[in-house]
């Protein structure tokens, strides 16, 4: 079979074969990179360069175990993803917290873009997502939400996660909602995805206050403008 694959051509007892008889096109062969029990080096960049399958630990994924990760030449979950991260987001965020959001969310590294790129920017979304059979919301009911939390989130000095949850949380009381029928839509207009690898408050607390609130507005508009 190499004396075929090499053009050569071989007689058996089943006669004269030519490389053409098993042989179909040439094809670029496939390029697998595995590497593991290492810490992040230049070389896994060089080497993994234009493979196909790039297999990577990063078995260390809670920050508390980096300095053991480091201690016995491992990497981090960060330290793995964190090439595809700032490949999707070019802003000064805090990616380390986002990594920690993504981290149970994917199966492959990239699929990471798919996760985090509204953080970068909105995309394009209908407002119909808005609509929420469980949370009970629609893009009217959404719009009403979004136009009364608005002052208090402006309002709002502390965009720690905690802090916006113990706020909302008040908010919600007040109103006697259901706390998805606030979160819901915050979380929406935020990032303009069905799916998100965290909740509305720990969206905002990356994003922080002003980037929050400039999207919110944003949202605002766009309800009013289709509805």
């Excluded at 190499?2 to 030519?18: A, D």
């Excluded at 016995?72 to 090439?83: L, S």
Aim: charged letters at 35%; aromatic letters at 8%; one cysteine or more.
């Amino acid at each position: 079979w190499s004396r075929l694959q090499n053009g050569e051509t071989v007689e058996s007892e089943m006669g004269i074969l030519t490389p053409d008889m098993v042989l179909g096109p040439q094809r670029k062969g496939i390029k697998l990179t595995y590497t593991t029990d290492t810490r992040p080096t230049d070389s896994i960049r060089e080497n993994a360069k234009d493979s196909d399958l790039f297999i990577c630990e990063g078995m260390y994924g809670e920050k508390e175990k980096a300095a053991k990760a480091v201690e016995y030449k491992h990497m981090t979950f960060y330290e793995a993803a964190e090439p595809y991260l700032k490949k999707t987001i070019t802003k000064n965020l805090d990616l380390r917290r986002i990594a920690e959001m993504v981290k149970t969310r994917i199966e492959i590294f990239p699929d990471i873009a798919e996760h985090v790129d509204f953080f970068e920017a909105v995309p394009e979304y209908d407002i119909s997502m808005y609509a929420h059979k469980k949370m009970k919301t629609s893009p009217e009911s959404s719009l009403e939400v979004l136009k009364d939390i608005l002052p208090r989130l402006e309002e709002q000095e502390d965009y720690s996660n905690d802090a916006l949850y113990a706020m909302l949380c008040e908010y919600v009381k007040e109103k006697e909602y259901k706390k998805g029928y606030v979160m819901w839509p915050i979380r929406t207009a935020v990032s303009g995805k069905q799916m998100t690898p965290g909740g509305a408050t720990e969206l905002m607390e990356v994003l922080g206050k002003e980037e929050s609130i400039s999207r919110i507005k944003a949202a605002i508009e766009k309800l009013e403008k289709e509805l």
